[in-house]
């Protein structure tokens, strides 16, 4: 992109990189002269606030386009952002204390009702799609073992058919997972379906529409299945979950034209002629710098693509309470005493946003991961993507107000609760972390030398590998990465230098206990997660789910997949009906997951024991790249 732009006010930079590269004497002068050259014309093609269009599209500058969100009504200002500017909140205790019960008292049958109604959020009222009224919806709380019947209603007023996913519940038949095409046919407006099944486990797990982008409207809640015997945890005083999420008014239909129509249409923050100096000083030196931009302007993307969807749109809430909303809600609360163990439940149900979740001060014991208990480990942060679910301990040292802080992973906003001692005493706001900024790790372009190599596993089972080579460069497929590499001993893009923190990573998961039958694999299937960033195409193999037959798996066989990504952003790949066994260096430890992030330019391997017959989803977390094309289905018969 950025060389298309640099050819058409007239600079050549392949003649610029040649005479750098070949500093004979008489070239001294021209060398200097076409360093400086290159950077103002790299400066001037990638500077947003240039205002110059692009070839015969439709694009705007950045400056017109946030002047168009707000003309149209959008927030255009993250929370995050704002408080950056500003300094912070200021003062230790800040009043009106606000608490959201989710509890839900358990009845069988439960009834579900989904409906299009209005739901007030920052003191604007918009119209949601809901689940018994409330954003998020109402915690199902069960025990392992039970029976459980519920009955989904899909009123009039819906626009579309609709369906509940229930998130992680592994072992469920495939006819009640909730996947409309799959599973099921989906719940047309006017019309009820009622999901029977036995709750195969304990666990954190949450529940959602699996239709369209209900659930970026709304359609999410959480579920709690406690154990049939003898909880493996030791006993808490106080018990919390949190919601994360986002909201923005633009909607699913409008949010895809604009990505579609420019890749980093809601990347406010890209490199310009300002952000020099540091490029320097974080690329090792000027010549570094200028090779960094070069290369990211061949590949077409920009190293500042962190999100799809950034704070500049969205509102981060909690349990559907934004921080500083205009309606006075001033945060999640969560009480306790001191020496009291709090039991703090998390899930993100954000659809488009890999949170960073700390509560400074205050260390953090994960006792569940994914609903599966694990080996306690202490940190003071960890990264939750969509769709996962983490448990944690915390024994708040002080008697005084902690905040829960919630950063997505571009640093556009945040959001943020209050553990507190008493109600109207609120936690000041932390300032929110450097943004970041893709890498050569991120492109998968690491030398040997220095990549990581990929924890040891049994192959002695292994007889056949399927593997397509590495994916075609097509409409559909913009990058291959010629060197992935482990990152699972990597908490990802903004956490890596982070010293006076303990911060999670995928090697700490470590399994309370072994996994019952577990056997070595007997096939390895490998799969590129694929992707073009221009046209918004996502995919598997160079292929959208439109292109793409299922992948079938022998009941009862084991298969380890190797997912390479290719792409430049992180991908969360969820799996249906089945559990990922990760492959993490933990041997017959290694934990269990439903939704595991890859890393751009990682390769991450899982095994699946192919025990629970039917159609299953495999697909990106991240909702719009699933319904883009990041999307599979497995078929176990």
Known sequence: MIEGRMLETGLQPLAFVSALKNPTPSSVLWRAVAATLVVCGAVLATTPAQGATDTGSHRMSHGQRRASLGASGFKVTGHGRHLLRTGGIKGPYLPDATRYDLTMPYRSPTVLD??????????????ALLINGRMPAPLLRWREGDDVTITVNCHDDMPMPTSIHWHGLQDIPSNQDGTPGLSFAGIKPGESFTYHFKVPQAGTYWYHSQTGAEMARGMYGPIIVDPKGPSPYPKAQRDYVLVLSGWTDVIPRELISNVKMYDDYYDFDQRSFTTIPEEIKTEGGFWNALQSRLLWSRLRMTATDIADVTGEVYSYIINGIAHGSKAGADGWTGIFSKGE????????AGGMSLFDVRIPGCAMTLIEADGRPIQPVTVDEFRIAPGETYVVDVTPPEERPYPVFIQPEDRSGYAIGSLTPRATWRAPVPPLDERPTRTLVDLGRLPPGERAPLPPVDDSALAEIDDPGPPPLNA???????HPTDRTDDPGDG????????????????ARFPAPGQKPP?????????GNLERYIWGFNSRKFSDSGPIKLKQGEV???KVINDTIMEQPLHLHG???????????????????????????RFVVQADNPGLWALQCQLIYRGLMGMFRAIEVK
Do not use: C, S
Not at 341 to 348: A, D, I, Q, T
Not at 522 to 530: F, G
């Open 114 to 127: 989904v409906t299009a109604q209005k739901f007030t959020l920052d003191g604007k009222t918009r119209v």
């Open 341 to 348: 163990r709090v039991r703090l439940h998390f899930v993100n």
């Open 476 to 482: 559909d497929n913009q990058y291959v990465a010629p």
């Open 495 to 510: 956490l890596r230098h982070v010293p006076e923190r303990r911060i999670l990573n995928y090697t700490m998961l470590k």
């Open 522 to 530: 007997t096939r390895e299937i490998v799969l590129h997660l694929t």
């Open 559 to 561: 298969v380890r997949f």
């Open 578 to 604: 089945l559990w990922m066994q990760l492959e993490n260096g933990q041997g017959p430890y290694r934990p269990l997951k439903h939704t595991i992030i890859v890393q751009p330019g990682a390769v991450a």
